[in-house]
Every structure is written in C-alpha cells, then in structure tokens.
C-alpha cells in the first residue's frame, strides 16, 4: 500500500515522466512499471502518449485516494519516516 501511495504522491507532486516517477517513490524501474499499470487498471491513474513518450497524470479516483491516505497519516500523527 505504501508503494502505492508512493507514486500516486510523486505523480500528485509534478512527477509526469515515467523516470520522474520512479526516483521520486524510489523504486526500480520495473517494479514501477508494474504498480503503474495497476493504478491504471484501476483508474487511479490515466496515460498519455506526446510524441511516442508516455506521461502519467492523477485521475480524480486518484486524487481522492491519494487525499484519504493523506488524511488518515495526518490523523495518526504519522510522518513520512515513520510510515
């Protein structure tokens, strides 16, 4: 879930570009690839093609998850260290 929750806030922050996206959750590239078709096929996250490169953006799905996990941290008084 934290993975998750990772990217949907490195997309949420500005992150676009795929390898934008895995330094800023840290994560390999394809362990990312796989999360990343997972939110899109939940509809979490959405897509484009410019020019044969691919960006990622938050669906409205998405943002609302991503302010849900926020709120339940900041609820818990967790930082992100601590999560």
């Known amino acids: ?6 990217i ?9 570009k795929p390898t934008h996206i895995m330094y800023k959750a840290n994560l390999s590239w394809t362990v990312m ?3 990343i078709r997972s939110l899109e096929s939940q509809g979490l996250v959405t897509s ?6 691919k960006t990622y953006r938050l669906s ?3 943002y609302q998850v991503l ?3 926020l709120s ?12």
């Open 72 to 83: 339940i941290r900041e609820d818990l008084n967790l930082t992100p260290n601590e999560i």
């Open 60 to 62: 409205e799905k998405g």
């Open 33 to 35: 690839q796989a999360y």
């Open 48 to 53: 484009t093609d410019v020019d044969g490169k």
């Open 8 to 16: 949907l806030r490195a997309i949420g922050s500005g992150a676009e």
């Open 1 to 6: 879930m934290e993975t998750f929750c990772d």
């Open 67 to 69: 302010n849900q996990f």
